[in-house]
Every structure is written in C-alpha cells, then in structure tokens.
C-alpha cells in the first residue's frame, strides 16, 4: 500500500475509531475453527486490533503488521487493557522484511481487495506463500464480485476484477471470485473451502459488505 492508503486509514480510525465496532470479523470466526492451539500466528492488516484480541486470548504468539500508526496505537491500547500482548509493525505486507516460513497462521480480513496495483495481487499471494510454513492455515476473507456495481463505477477496467468508483474517483477496488481464488493460490495452497459471509461496511457506512473467506492449508 502506498503512503496515501496509510494516511487514509490513519484519518478513517482518528475520525470513526472502532468503526467495525470490537467484535471478531466473520474471517476470524472462520479461522478460530480452523487455527491451530499454539504457534506463531500473523495477521495482516490488523487495523485497530479487534481480531488481534482473540487470537492472542487464544494463546497464539501474534504477529500483526498494518500500515496506519493510529491503528497501532489503538491496537497497543486494547491490548494493555486486556494485559495481552502482540508484537506490531507498521509496514506494508508485500514489502515488509518478514521471516520465512515462520508463521503456523495467518489471517487477513478485507486486504486482499485493496490490493489494486499491477501485479499487487500476486505479490500478495507469494509473500503468504513465503512466510507461512508448511501445513499452516491461511484465512483470508476479501470482498466478492457480489459488491460490484457496474453502474457505479467508471467504464473501464483497472486489471482483472479491479474497478473504480465514479462518484469516488481514487477509490479502487479489487474484486474475487472463486475462480480468481483457485488460480492465485491453487499453486502454493491446498484450498479447503470458500466461505459466504456479510458484515457492515463501516459504522459510518452502514450498507452490507459481502465477502468470501478462503481458507487454506500451505502445501
């Protein structure tokens, strides 16, 4: 993501706070079914840190990495008051300077579709297949082509799946289906199921958000 994402995210949670309020996403409710007990767990794109709660409460040794300072530092205060603890990062994933194959989990709730650049996708999937060991589980729940409305976006494609807004010039986003998920992790991924889930775009958008949550098993 760039410097402009990160700033963006860092007015969104200065003017809205827990604007998905401070219940686990429906991507972690997926991953508590399937994550293991114990071991070294990452999540990407942690935001203010309300998924980060339960899998540290779960006894997962966590990793959360997130581009906005003012997640972190919400993120740092939920968990001092719950006396649990993570270790953060403020970087971007796909550039991020992360052990290989040192995690047993990941998860990544509504990342994956801000990945809209040339070649970010891939990115993305390649640094998950590096960082995540062998048999670890992947959770990755990411917005579906049941979102998209053609009539409100501008005439043409940015990549495959990805599309901008018309009455929202600048925000982009990029759209999966299964298809799209088979192919882009089928090589590295034994996927095990694709999940439906909805949950509220944001307190300040109060309109569905319709997702599919991937979970995988590193080959």
Sequence with gaps: MSDAAAQFWNR??????????????????????????????????????????????RGLEVVGIDPAGEGRRMAEERLAVRRLAA?????????????????????????LHLMTGPGMAERFVRKLAAVARPGAIACIGTRDLRDLDPGR??????????????????????????????????????ILSLERAEEQEASD???????????????
Aim: with cysteine.
């Design 12 to 57: 969104r949670y200065s003017t809205h706070s827990a604007c998905w309020g401070e219940d686990g996403s429906p991507t972690l409710q997926a991953a508590l079914r399937h994550f293991p007990a114990s071991g070294r767990a990452l999540e990407i794109g942690y935001g203010y840190g309300r998924d980060l709660l339960l899998l540290a409460r």
């Design 205 to 219: 958008n109060p309109v569905p958000c319709h997702l599919t949550i991937m979970v995988a098993r590193r080959k």
């Design 153 to 190: 976006m501008t005439g043409h494609a940015h990549g495959p799946g990805v599309y901008e807004y018309a009455d929202r010039p600048g925000h982009v986003i990029s759209y999966w289906d299964d298809e799209r998920f088979r192919s882009s992790f089928g090589a590295d991924f034994d």
């Design 87 to 111: 270790t953060l990062m403020t970087a971007d994933f796909v550039e991020a300077d992360l052990p290989v194959a040192a995690f047993d989990a990941v998860l990544s709730h509504r990342t």
